[in-house]
Structure formats: C-alpha cells, structure tokens
C-alpha cells in the first residue's frame, strides 16, 4: 500500500519562481498541488503536478483535457485558489505546506495570499517561499534559525504586545498598529525569538 504523502507543496497563481530556494523545494516535494492557473506555468517549467485545484477558469483548455483525471474544481466563490488548494491538502490528512509563486503580479492578490497564512496557521503548518525569502506564521513564542545580518521584518495581526529578542532592534511589550511598524529589522546572530499572544507573520529574507 502506497504510504500517503504527509507535506505538500502548493504552487499559487502569482510570478513563477526563479531563485534556486524555492524551485528546490517544488523538485524536492513529495505531493504538488497546483492552484487552478498556476498548472499552465508548473506543466511548462517543471512537470505533472499531482493535483491542480480551484473553480477551473484560468487552466488552458489543453489541459484541462489533459489532466482531468487530477483536476478538482471547487467552484465556491467565498474563498480563493490558494485557500480551496491548502483546504484539499488538509482534507487529505497534509500535516506541513511550503507555498510557492503566491507572490508578484497583483499587489492585491499578494498582500491577501501573505495574510492568509495566520488563518492557515490555525489549522496547519505552513510557510511561503518567495524568490525573496520565507514567510512563517506564528502564535505564541517562536525562536527562529537565523544568522548575522539577515533581514527581518514582522507582520501583527493581531493588536497584541510583541516582543522580539535577537535583533538588531529589540522590542519589548510593544503594540504594533500598522504592518511597516515591524519591518527593516537584522538578526544579530544563530537565531532571534519572537514572543506573542497574537497572530504574527515572519519575513526572513535570503
């Protein structure tokens, strides 16, 4: 018996990636799943995803014959690609998502795709890799692997006091209002700890 795949990654419909991180990670991964559009440009630059999901409106009509036989459409109109193509992924037990290409195009589209990741959060580990660097959601405190000079910058969701040790600009009990608040800051060295109550994003770059 086949064992079932416990991570996947989920390619989104943004800019196709290009930096060496994440295109490891599309080679690397056990089960691909393809939002609705993004099948075209994963068939064209990588191979056969294992299954492509969304309301089916932007998928070639080539193949959408080709691949109907791993093709689910979802036509509910409340959520988007990438939410249907992470909420398949856990209906079929998928502990752990890497998603890739959900960054670049429509700034609208980027900045709703980077916010979801605090309500996946609740249901399931999960990070973004850009061709940038690595988005990871976190509740509660976290201490991430870092090294000297790597750029840093964190996203609340919640209004709740943050506190952040291992940086080159330390916060302690503060209450970030708005998204750059927490943005530009540097690891000093192997690691930095993010301390919260609250819904909090992490941008590390590369």
């Not at 290009?18 to 993004?38: M, S």
């Not at 109109?77 to 249907?84: G, R």
């Not at 609208?108 to 979801?116: Q, Y």
């Not at 509740?139 to 609340?156: D, L, R």
Request: one cysteine or more.
């Amino acid at each position: 018996m086949t064992k079932k795949p416990t991570s996947a990654v989920v390619v989104a419909n943004g800019q196709f990636p290009t930096h060496p991180i994440p295109l490891l990670a599309l080679r690397e991964a056990k089960y691909i799943v393809c939002c609705d559009g993004a099948a075209n440009a994963f068939i064209s630059n990588i191979g056969i995803p294992d299954a492509i999901v969304g309301d089916c409106d932007s998928i070639s009509p080539e193949n959408k014959i080709r691949f109907e036989d791993r093709i689910y459409p979802d036509p509910d109109q409340y959520t988007n690609d990438l939410t249907k193509a992470v909420n398949f992924c856990i209906s079929r037990g998928i502990k752990d998502i890497t998603i890739v290409g959900a960054t670049g195009k429509r700034e609208d589209h980027t900045l709703g795709n980077i916010s979801l990741l605090a309500e996946y959060r609740l249901k399931v580990r999960v990070t973004m890799i850009t061709d940038y660097g690595r988005f990871t959601p976190i509740h509660g405190e976290t201490t991430f692997e870092s090294k000297a000079g790597q750029q840093v910058s964190v996203f609340c969701i919640d209004s709740n006091p943050i506190t952040l040790t291992g940086l080159k600009y330390p916060l302690e009990n503060a209450l970030l209002t708005n998204w750059w608040q927490g943005t530009l800051n540097e690891s000093l060295g192997r690691e930095f700890t993010v301390s919260t109550q609250g819904r909090v994003i992490v941008f590390q770059a590369f």
